[in-house]
């Protein structure tokens, strides 16, 4: 049987490039860390997301790949995905990540699927881009997570998005991002073992 991953984060070129030229207006403060790699920082995200090549460049993610014996794999952003921004610039930064998930399964078919990253702070927008992006080639997931900018997910106003996932046959995939009490967790990099469970308990009870 194919062997695919279904946990595979990437910061696609074209999404930091965008960041660097747009994001201090909209409330994201880009800079190298000593090591050379973009690092984002925005207020109330309290992880500090470092772009590392492996999570960037499709050359390397594919030697990876065959090193590990891996088929293919289903791209998906992380934190600090994209509902921390004013809802335009979060429309923009969700089409540019949708947009490069197809260039990549274009050029490489059987190797990367795409997943599809929505302004779910603007439910209006996110329908919308649902709707285009669905249609772009190998997108295969809604990706979100486990709440948007606090609010769980069962909040009204995003049940027009989960019913235009429905319409055009894309299943939910969750993630968790900024998980609560960020500020008790930092020791001991506490939000993977107790914050990110915590998510997951809060979202499957929603």
């Known amino acids: 049987m194919p062997v695919v991953d279904l946990h595979a984060h990437w910061f696609p070129q074209p999404w930091i490039d965008l960041l660097v030229k747009e994001g201090a207006e909209n409330g994201a403060r880009m800079a190298k860390t000593g090591k050379g790699h973009w690092q984002i920082d925005i207020d109330g995200v309290d992880l500090k997301s470092i772009f590392r ?23 998906s952003l992380t934190n600090p995905m ?15 990540y949708n947009d490069a998930c197809a260039e990549l399964h274009r050029a490489h078919p059987d190797r990367f699927l795409g997943t599809i990253m929505l302004p779910l702070q603007a439910p209006e927008l996110a329908v919308k881009e649902l709707e285009r992006a669905a249609k772009l080639p190998g997108m295969k997931a809604v990706y979100m997570a486990m709440h948007v900018g606090g609010k769980n997910i069962d909040h009204k106003p995003l049940w027009a998005v989960y019913e235009r996932a429905e319409v055009v046959g894309l299943p939910l995939c969750l993630h968790p991002v900024n998980p609560l009490a960020p500020e008790r967790m930092k020791p001991y990099h506490m939000r993977n073992l107790c914050g990110n469970p915590m998510e997951a308990g809060l979202a499957a009870g929603a």
């Open 82 to 96: 994209v509902y921390w921004a004013p809802p335009a610039f979060g429309l923009k930064l969700s089409r540019s």
């Open 53 to 75: 090549p492996d999570m960037i460049d499709p050359a390397i993610m594919l030697k990876n790949m065959d090193d590990a014996k891996v088929d293919s794999r289903a791209m």
